[in-house]
C-alpha cells in the first residue's frame, strides 16, 4: 500500500467515525479531515501530545512537518509502522486508531523527527524533543538509535532504546522492553536486533549484542550474549529453547507459544 492510499484509508475512516460519534468530530476534522497529507495529519496530531512548557505547540508542529517534507524517507518508514500496526496487533483493525490513541505508534513517528534532527547536527533539539516523547509516552530512544521500518511497539510504556541500538525492519516489540547498556563503558555498547525478531514483555537485552534475524525473545528474558537466527530464547540469563524454519519471522505471527519449534541441535546453549 502506498502512502498516499494509507492516506486515503485514513481519511475514509475518520469520516465514517465523525459521522456516527459527535463528540469525536471535532477532534476528527482538526487532526485528520481538514489535513492535506499524512506528514500533515501527524504534524498537528504530535505537536498537541507533546506541547509543553515554553515551546508552543506551532513550534512543533512546524518542526514536525519540515522533518517529515525534508526526508520522505521518514513518512514511507511512518506508513509501514501504521501498516504493521494493523497487520500484527489483533486489537486494531484500522490506521485510524494508532493514528489518534496508540502510545507506541505515536512516540516512534515523533523519535524519527529527533533521530533526523540528530543527524542534521542539532543534537540539542534532538534531546529535548527526546525529553517530551519519554514524558509523555513513557518511551525512552535515544536520537542516535538506529529503527529501520514495519516496527510495532505494542503497548510500548517503559520501551527504552541506548544511543547505539539498531533495530532493523519488521521487529515487534512489546512494553517494558530494555535495549540497553552493561555498564559506564562508552563506544557501541548497545544491541543490533536484526529483521523479523519478536521481543516479549518486559525481556532485557543488554550489552553489544546480536539477536539474530527471525529470533524470539520471550517475555521477562534477560540477553547478555547473541543469539543465533531462527531460535527461541528465554529465561534468566536466557538459554535456547528451540528453533524455528529458516526464513521464518515471528515479529510477523505475534506467536508467544513454543509451539511449532525444534529442539535446536547445537544443544540449547548461547
Given amino acids: ?13 475518520a469520516s465514517t467515525v465523525a459521522s456516527r460519534e459527535r463528540i469525536l468530530a471535532k477532534v476528527l476534522t482538526e487532526y485528520v479531515l481538514e489535513r492535506t497529507s499524512l506528514e500533515d495529519a501527524l504534524s498537528w496530531r504530535l505537536s498537541s501530545r507533546l506541547a509543553k512548557g515554553t515551546v508552543p505547540e506551532s513550534d512543533l508542529r512546524d518542526l514536525f512537518l519540515s522533518a517529515y517534507r525534508a ?16 497487520e500484527r496487533d489483533p486489537a486494531c483493525d484500522d490506521f485510524l486508531s494508532p493514528f489518534l490513541y496508540f502510545k507506541g505508534f505515536q512516540a516512534l513517528s515523533a523519535f524519527r523527527v529527533s533521530h533526523w534532527l540528530w543527524g542534521q ?20 530512544i535515544h536520537p542516535a538509535a538506529v529503527i529501520g521500518k514495519g516496527i510495532l511497539l505494542d503497548h510500548a510504556t517503559g520501551f527504552v532504546a541506548g544511543e547505539t541500538t539498531v533495530i532493523e525492519d519488521n521487529v515487534s516489540i ?10 559506564k563503558e562508552r563506544g557501541d555498547r548497545h544491541p543490533k536486533i536484526r529483521s523479523g525478531v519478536l521481543i516479549g514483555a518486559g525481556a532485557k537485552i543488554l550489552g553489544n549484542v546480536e539477536i539474530g534475524e527471525g ?11 547473541d543469539v543465533p537466527p531462527h531460535v527461541s530464547v528465554a529465561g534468566v540469563p536466557s538459554k535456547i529453547l528451540g528453533s524455528f524454519e529458516d ?9 508467544h507459544t513454543l509451539a511449532n519449534m525444534r529442539e535446536y541441535e547445537s544443544g540449547g546453549g548461547i
Fill in 121 to 140: 547536527g542539532r543534537q540539542d533539539l534532538a534531546l529535548y524533543l527526546q525529553s517530551l516523547i519519554s514524558v509523555v509516552y513513557a518511551v525512552d
Fill in 71 to 86: 526526508a520522505p524517507s521518514i513518512i514511507q518508514s511512518i506508513e509501514r509502522d501504521l501498516e504493521a500496526v494493523k
Fill in 247 to 255: 526464513g521464518s519471522a515471528p515479529s510477523l505471527g505475534m506467536d
Fill in 215 to 225: 529470533a524470539r525473545v520471550g517475555a521477562s528474558s534477560v540477553v547478555l550474549a
Fill in 174 to 183: 512489546l512494553h517494558e522492553v530494555t535495549l540497553g547498556g552493561t555498564g
Fill in 1 to 13: 500500500m502506498t502512502t498516499s492510499s494509507v492516506w486515503q484509508s485514513l481519511r475514509d475512516e
